[in-house]
């Protein structure tokens, strides 16, 4: 660390002093310092004062950056967090910056979450939990060894639960809790994370939710979760429920990466267009020509003309044929999922970038 410091120093004093935030908070960490002691670190290395609040039980502390305690825990009105705060695990810790965010205020803020969650045990308790979930979410591992792994992260048999799927660099705005862990997938590594059935939409971007189990097909949640996510290529877009695509899903899951399908191969030249996209997309979510060409921001017979030749290039008629249209749309879907690239780590953010380009980045990925 102290190599890296030195090397970044005359080239960028932002990263230097974010790496030594880290530094600060790794020592704390190792010297299982104290909640108040988290928070005069985070608050001298802010300039301000910080905060954090419990809600079982409760408790909130507010100390300032000369590690001044403000509040007692409990006395009080607990202080309501402003935007420079977060919550994980129903703990929340802020920072009472007035004026512009510094520079350093959000790797402040997530390592001093990240530390308060380790001394209040959550961290240690997951570390425990992480290879009964890599069993739970496995096809291959028999169903008794499942239910146990479940049982062993407590997890309730007879009830529905979800996975959510997202990559490692993922933006959570706020993380629930569930047992979590990073599971290996013919795609990568996914961040893999169950929450109850109720749950049909996260604060993740990007992020796929999978359809609704119980534990003994828990692993199929995660397989379409993965496909969810996967399929959250296009602009705007942050998170995808699953159930969106009903048993197409499914089939979608089950697809073997390296299935011959000539409608998927010939549908290659037709998203080569410019219009390709959007028009395809426009086609097998309307219901008509003249509603496709709203979809797609086109007068109808510009709409006409692409689908004659995506008619033309396909070799079937993709629209007013029923069976034709079911075949545009899996080629559609199998489409952008091969041509998917949610999973790609996105480029770093040029120096001075603002956080709001920065989740633009995140989001176009």
Wanted: charged residues 25%.
């Amino acid at each position: 660390m102290q190599e890296l410091l030195g090397r970044l120093s005359a080239l960028d004093p932002e990263a230097t002093v974010g790496l030594r935030v880290i530094a600060c908070f790794d020592e704390l960490v190792i010297g299982n310092v104290n909640t108040r002691g988290l928070l005069s670190a985070a608050a001298s290395l802010a300039g301000c004062n910080a905060g954090f609040r419990q809600d079982v039980p409760h408790r909130s502390l507010r100390v300032t950056p000369r590690g001044e305690l403000l509040r007692e825990s409990g006395a009080g009105p607990s202080p309501e967090p402003g935007p420079a705060s977060a919550k994980l695990d129903g703990i929340t810790v802020w920072i009472e910056r007035t004026g512009p965010a510094h520079a350093n205020d959000d790797i402040i803020l997530e390592r001093l979450a990240l530390a308060v969650r380790i001394r209040h045990g959550s961290g240690r308790r997951d570390l425990e939990n992480r290879r009964e979930l890599g069993l739970l979410l496995d096809g291959t591992v028999p169903a008794e060894d499942r239910r146990t792994a479940a049982c062993r992260i407590h997890l309730t048999p007879g009830r529905a639960y979800r996975v959510v799927a997202a990559p490692l660099f993922a933006v959570w705005d706020e993380h629930p809790s569930g047992p979590e862990d990073v599971v290996a997938t013919p795609h990568g590594l996914i961040h893999a994370l169950v929450l109850p059935a109720e749950h049909e939409s996260v604060s993740a971007r990007p992020a796929g939710i999978g359809v609704a189990t119980e534990l003994e097909q828990l692993h199929r949640s995660f397989v379409t979760a993965v496909v969810a996510l996967r399929l959250c290529d296009q602009p705007g877009t942050t998170s995808v429920l699953a159930d969106t695509y009903g048993g197409l899903v499914g089939l979608l899951a089950d697809m073997p990466t390296d299935a011959d399908l000539p409608d998927v191969d010939t549908l290659g030249s037709v998203m080569a267009h410019a219009w390709g996209p959007a028009t395809v997309d426009a086609l097998v979510r309307a219901g008509s020509v003249r509603h496709a060409s709203r979809i797609a921001g086109v007068h109808h017979s510009t709409l006409q003309a692409r689908l004659d030749a995506i008619g033309e290039a396909m070799g079937f008629e993709p629209f007013d044929d029923g069976i034709g249209r079911s075949r545009l749309g899996i080629a559609y879907l199998v489409w952008r999922l091969r041509n998917s690239r949610v999973l790609d780590l996105p480029a770093p953010a040029a120096s001075g970038a603002s956080e709001a380009d920065r989740d633009r980045s995140a989001e176009r990925s």
